[in-house]
């Protein structure tokens, strides 16, 4: 049994990362970041580096540029297209600018390649200035966008800054490296002569996505009349956004939960705890279960497996792979379903084990002569070991097998038979006989509950636990030689 119990966790940890999930962990560089000129017509080398420091392998990677500002750019072709895991691929560039070559400008690097998640974009900007200090026009992006989503949308504002005594047409354009994250339109407006103008950028999500943080490019496109000759500027400005789900990080920080991943399989065991402190059906009487606490690895492997099975299921009823994107119906969803399937959990494997239990567990509530039969069905005898409880000087008979890994044992007072007048010899002599013989508690058992009306049996009342009582075993200590728990009188 423990044997399948490993290869079903084995098969359903494997399961969870063959989902689509996770893309590989790449990124973009260019060096150096900026290049300085003295004029319009100049020369300049540089090079575009793509790592991918995850452990998937890159295909069919490519890079390709673009500039609004005149500049040239040469790519020089890089082989083999395919990048391995954790390696680099780097492009030598080659960068001119005729005369009439407007600046400050950029340069745009696109790299394109195929993971398993699909095709992928990354984009990194190279900005070219000259040695001039004053610049006819200048944008920046005021404003951060933390914790952005559908719920809670972020806005951030753009800065565009006239340095010329002419009024210039400005407008904007944006590209964004996740397609879940929407950026409002901008109008086109124009900025003044030695004026700044501000204007607004709303930015949201989609119903589902990947969490995460993801560059926002914008585009700002100026132009103008300087001299009876038309003139333009193009700038590309980045904005770091951080995408998630409305409450995710609440509920997870308030559970201790790492990821939404994982929170299916962390809700069922929760609500199992839950169900188990109440001790419903008895079930916590089990001396032996199983350390679920957050901090235990089979808090997490049972965890991890639960919330593998839970994506199979979600994805075959509501086709949605919430291991690559999710939202907060998925959220909702996860919540509202996880937790009753802890309870039918517990109720399932309470009410599997309850005949079982009932034959082999003490209970509180139990009478002498069903903790003879229990003892009978643990193949244990009547001689026990004695134990004293905590510091109130109380002993008990340990009426169980002492484990390693176990926390809990049940103790018991000591049985006392008493005959009554009624009692025939025939009764006496066969309890007797079993006492100074086998010691059998099965037979013990049965030969009291045949002389019911002729002999009392009950608890021993001086100096010990009041009946069957499930204790610490860090409470018990001054531990003794075994005695025979039954006193026939």
């Given at each position: 049994?423990?044997?399948r119990?490993?290869?079903?966790?084995?098969?359903?940890?494997?399961?969870?990362?063959?989902?689509?999930?996770?893309?590989?962990?790449v990124?973009?560089?260019?060096?150096?970041?900026?290049?300085v000129?003295?004029?319009?017509?100049?020369t300049?080398e540089?090079?575009?580096?793509l790592?991918?420091?995850?452990?998937?392998?890159?295909?069919?990677v490519?890079?390709?540029?673009?500039?609004?500002?005149?500049?040239?750019?040469?790519?020089?072709?890089?082989?083999?297209?395919?990048?391995?895991?954790?390696?680099?691929?780097?492009?030598?560039?080659?960068?001119?600018?005729?005369?009439?070559?407007?600046?400050?400008?950029?340069?745009?690097?696109?790299?394109?390649?195929?993971?398993?998640?699909?095709k992928?974009?990354?984009?990194?900007?190279?900005?070219?200035?000259t040695?001039a200090?004053?610049?006819?026009?200048?944008?920046?992006?005021?404003?951060?966008?933390?914790?952005?989503?559908?719920?809670?949308?972020?806005?951030?504002?753009l800065?565009?800054?006239?340095?010329?005594?002419v009024?210039?047409?400005?407008?904007?354009?944006?590209?964004?490296?996740?397609?879940?994250?929407?950026?409002?339109?901008?109008t086109?407006?124009?900025?003044?002569?030695?004026?700044?103008?501000?204007?607004?950028?709303?930015?949201?999500?989609?119903?589902?996505?990947t969490?995460?943080?993801?560059?926002?490019?914008?585009?700002?496109?100026?132009?103008?009349?300087?001299?009876?000759?038309?003139?333009?500027?193009?700038?590309?400005?980045?904005?770091?956004?951080?995408?998630?789900?409305?409450?995710?990080?609440?509920?997870?920080?308030a559970?201790?939960?790492?990821?939404?991943?994982?929170?299916?399989?962390?809700?069922m065991?929760?609500a199992?705890?839950?169900?188990?402190?109440?001790?419903?059906?008895?079930l916590?009487?089990?001396?032996k279960?199983?350390?679920?606490?957050v901090?235990?690895?089979?808090f997490?492997?049972?965890?991890i497996?639960?919330?593998?099975?839970?994506?199979?299921?979600?994805?075959a009823?509501?086709?949605?792979?919430?291991?690559?994107?999710?939202?907060?119906?998925?959220?909702?969803?996860?919540w509202?379903?996880?937790?009753?399937?802890?309870?039918?959990?517990?109720?399932?494997?309470?009410?599997?084990?309850?005949?079982?239990?009932?034959?082999?567990?003490?209970?509180?509530?139990?009478?002498?002569?069903?903790?003879?039969?229990?003892?009978?069905?643990?193949?244990?005898g009547?001689?026990l070991?004695?134990?004293?409880?905590?510091?109130?000087?109380?002993?008990?008979?340990v009426?169980?097998?002492?484990?390693?890994?176990?926390t809990?044992?049940?103790?018991?007072?000591?049985?006392?038979?008493?005959?009554?007048a009624?009692?025939?010899?025939?009764?006496?002599?066969?309890?007797?006989?079993?006492?100074?013989?086998?010691?059998?508690?099965?037979?013990?058992?049965?030969?009291?509950?045949?002389?019911?009306?002729?002999?009392?049996?009950s608890?021993?009342?001086?100096?010990?636990?009041?009946?069957?009582?499930?204790a610490?075993?860090?409470?018990?200590?001054?531990?003794?030689?075994?005695?025979?728990?039954?006193?026939?009188?």
């Amino acid at each position: 049994m423990k044997l399948r119990l490993r290869l079903a966790t084995l098969v359903c940890l494997c399961g969870i990362l063959s989902l689509p999930s996770l893309a590989a962990d790449v990124s973009l560089e260019v060096q150096p970041a900026s290049i300085v000129v003295s004029s319009s017509s100049f020369t300049a080398e540089a090079r575009v580096v793509l790592r991918n420091s995850g452990k998937e392998t890159l295909r069919k990677v490519t890079l390709s540029q673009f500039s609004n500002d005149g500049i040239k750019v040469e790519v020089e072709k890089s082989s083999p297209s395919n990048v391995a895991a954790k390696q680099d691929m780097v492009w030598p560039v080659k960068i001119s600018g005729p005369g009439n070559a407007h600046f400050p400008g950029s340069v745009i690097f696109e790299a394109t390649y195929v993971s398993a998640s699909g095709k992928q974009h990354l984009y990194i900007p190279l900005a070219l200035q000259t040695e001039a200090t004053q610049k006819p026009v200048e944008a920046s992006i005021d404003g951060t966008l933390d914790a952005v989503s559908q719920q809670r949308p972020g806005a951030v504002y753009l800065l565009v800054t006239n340095n010329l005594d002419v009024p210039m047409d400005v407008s904007v354009d944006h590209k964004v490296a996740q397609t879940a994250i929407v950026v409002s339109p901008v109008t086109p407006f124009q900025v003044q002569a030695r004026s700044t103008v501000s204007t607004k950028i709303d930015v949201t999500t989609a119903s589902r996505v990947t969490p995460g943080v993801y560059p926002i490019l914008l585009g700002v496109n100026a132009k103008w009349d300087w001299a009876g000759r038309k003139e333009e500027r193009h700038m590309t400005l980045s904005k770091p956004a951080t995408i998630g789900v409305f409450f995710e990080s609440e509920l997870l920080k308030a559970l201790g939960v790492p990821s939404f991943l994982v929170l299916p399989g962390c809700l069922m065991v929760f609500a199992f705890e839950f169900l188990l402190s109440f001790n419903l059906m008895g079930l916590k009487d089990y001396s032996k279960l199983p350390d679920l606490g957050v901090s235990s690895p089979g808090f997490w492997i049972l965890s991890i497996s639960l919330s593998a099975l839970f994506a199979f299921g979600y994805y075959a009823v509501l086709k949605v792979n919430y291991l690559q994107s999710y939202g907060v119906d998925d959220l909702r969803n996860v919540w509202v379903s996880s937790i009753p399937f802890g309870f039918l959990a517990y109720y399932g494997i309470a009410r599997y084990s309850l005949m079982w239990r009932n034959a082999h567990v003490p209970n509180s509530s139990d009478s002498p002569i069903t903790i003879l039969q229990k003892l009978a069905s643990n193949d244990l005898g009547i001689v026990l070991p004695r134990v004293s409880l905590g510091d109130a000087a109380l002993f008990g008979f340990v009426i169980e097998r002492i484990e390693d890994g176990k926390t809990m044992l049940w103790i018991a007072p000591r049985i006392i038979a008493t005959w009554q007048a009624g009692a025939t010899a025939q009764q006496r002599a066969a309890l007797q006989t079993e006492m100074d013989g086998n010691r059998r508690p099965a037979e013990i058992a049965t030969i009291l509950h045949a002389a019911a009306a002729n002999v009392n049996v009950s608890w021993d009342t001086n100096g010990v636990v009041p009946n069957p009582y499930h204790a610490k075993v860090d409470a018990l200590s001054h531990r003794r030689a075994a005695e025979l728990i039954v006193t026939v009188v």
